[in-house]
Every structure is written in C-alpha cells, then in structure tokens.
C-alpha cells in the first residue's frame, strides 16, 4: 500500500467514525475494501498518532472519545 493509499483509507476510516457508522471490524473493513488485519492495523496506527478511538460494544460501532478528527494526529474540536 503506498503512502497516498493509506493516507486515503486513514481519512475514510476518520469520516466513517466521525459519521457513526455502525458495524464491527469486519464489516468496517469490508466497506473499506481491506481485509481485517489491515482494518485493526490502521486502528492501532491512528490510536499511535493521538486518535482517541474505541469500540463500543453498546452500540457497535468505532468512537472517539472526544469530538474532533484525525488529520494524520487527532485535532481536538476546541482547537479547529
């Protein structure tokens, strides 16, 4: 995957958190177009850059715990 790929999937995965899409990592991974492990992967390189992010088992889906967006590091809402 280059650099431009996985900066694009780091950026959708960030629009389907921040949109709340329902779902568990396969299916997430599904609509990425990726397989599972690259899903987790991309999860745990976003978390290294700063991004709050967790699974909500309540409602099944992919959180952050504070409002903002990933923009290769997490910017937090009172700073945009």
Same mark, same amino acid.
């Given at each position: ?19 709340? =899409?329902?779902?568990?990592? /396969? ?10 492990? *690259? &899903?987790?992967?991309?999860? @745990? ?8 992010? =967790?699974?909500?088992?309540? /409602? ?10 990933? *923009? &290769?590091?997490?910017?937090? @809402?009172?700073?945009?």
């Amino acid at each position: 995957m280059t650099n431009d790929e996985k900066r694009n999937l780091y950026l959708r995965l960030d629009r389907m958190i921040r949109m709340k =899409y329902k779902g568990n990592a /396969s299916a997430l991974a599904n609509r990425l177009g990726v397989s599972r492990s *690259t &899903f987790f992967r991309c999860i @745990e390189e976003m978390k290294s850059l700063g991004a709050p992010i =967790y699974y909500n088992e309540l /409602s099944q889906q992919y959180c952050y715990e504070e409002d903002g967006t990933f *923009t &290769f590091g997490f910017v937090r @809402e009172s700073t945009l």
